[in-house]
C-alpha cells in the first residue's frame, strides 16, 4: 500500500464528490393494479395451466408479495372471474342485419372460438363462470334482443345464446385436450390412431353395423375447422326452422 509523505494512505484520502461513480437510480416501480395482475394470471395460466394456477404463481410472476394481490383481487375465483370478463372487452355485438343474421351468428362464434382459443384451459374458466358485470350482462342482453328481433320464440331466443357458447367452449375444450394429448404422444401418433380406428370400424360385419361401417371416415374427420363449421351449420338450420310461419318451441 503507497503512502504519502505525511503517513496518510491513498485509501484513507476522500475522493472529491465529482469524481465519485454515480448511483443508477432504481427503477420506477409501476404501481400494482388488476389489469397488470390479470396480464399476469393469463402468463401463468398460459404456462401452468388451470390445474397448477395459483395466487402465490400470480405474485411470483409479478414479483411481489401474495399478500400484495389481495389488495386488489379477493381471491383466486375472483381473479378467474377477472380474466373471464376480460374476454369481453373491446367487443362489440355488431348492430343486427336481419338478411344476415345466420353469417352474424357464425362469425360471433368464430370469434368466440378465436378468443378462447387464445389462452390455455380458457375455456374451461369461462365454463366455470356465470358472468354478473354489467359490462358481460349488457353484451348478453344485447344478443337475447338481437335474437328475438329476428323473429325466434322467447323461449328459444333465451336458451340460444347459452346453446352456441357452450357450443364453442366444448368444441375449444375438446380440440385444447387433443392438442395437449399430440404434445405428449406427437401429430404422427394420432395419425396411427385414427387409422387403427377407420381399420376397426371398417372392419366390422356391415350385416350388424351398417352405419358404423359406412359413417366412421366422417366421424373420424381431424379437420377441426370443418367439424366447427358443420356444428354451426347444424345450429342455424336447426333455429332457422323455428322461424317459419306457424313454427315454436316443442313441447
Known sequence: MFTTMTGVSEQDVPV???ERPRKRPAPARVPLNRERIVDAAYEVLDREGLDR?????????????????YVHVANKDELLELMYQRLF??????????????????????ASRARLSAHRDLARISMMHVPFSGDVLGFID???????????????????????????????????????RNKIESRDAWRVQRQQFLDYFESLPADRFPNLV???HF??????????????????????SYLSEGAGPTD
Open 214 to 216: 359406412e359413417l366412421s
Open 219 to 240: 366421424m373420424l374427420n381431424e379437420d377441426e375447422n370443418h367439424r366447427f363449421e358443420l356444428g354451426l351449420e347444424i345450429i342455424v338450420r336447426g333455429l332457422s
Open 53 to 69: 394456477f395459483s395466487m402465490r404463481m400470480v405474485a411470483a410472476e409479478l414479483g411481489v408479495a401474495v399478500s400484495a394481490l
Open 89 to 110: 372487452e373491446q367487443v362489440e355485438l355488431p348492430e343486427l342485419d336481419p338478411p344476415r343474421w345466420r353469417e352474424q351468428l357464425k362469425e360471433y362464434a368464430r
Open 16 to 18: 472529491p464528490p465529482w
Open 142 to 180: 344485447k344478443g337475447l334482443g338481437a335474437f328475438r328481433a329476428i323473429g325466434l320464440p322467447d323461449e328459444v331466443a333465451a336458451f340460444v345464446g347459452d346453446l352456441v357458447s357452450s357450443y364453442v367452449e366444448n368444441s375449444v375444450l375438446e380440440e385444447s385436450l387433443w392438442k395437449e
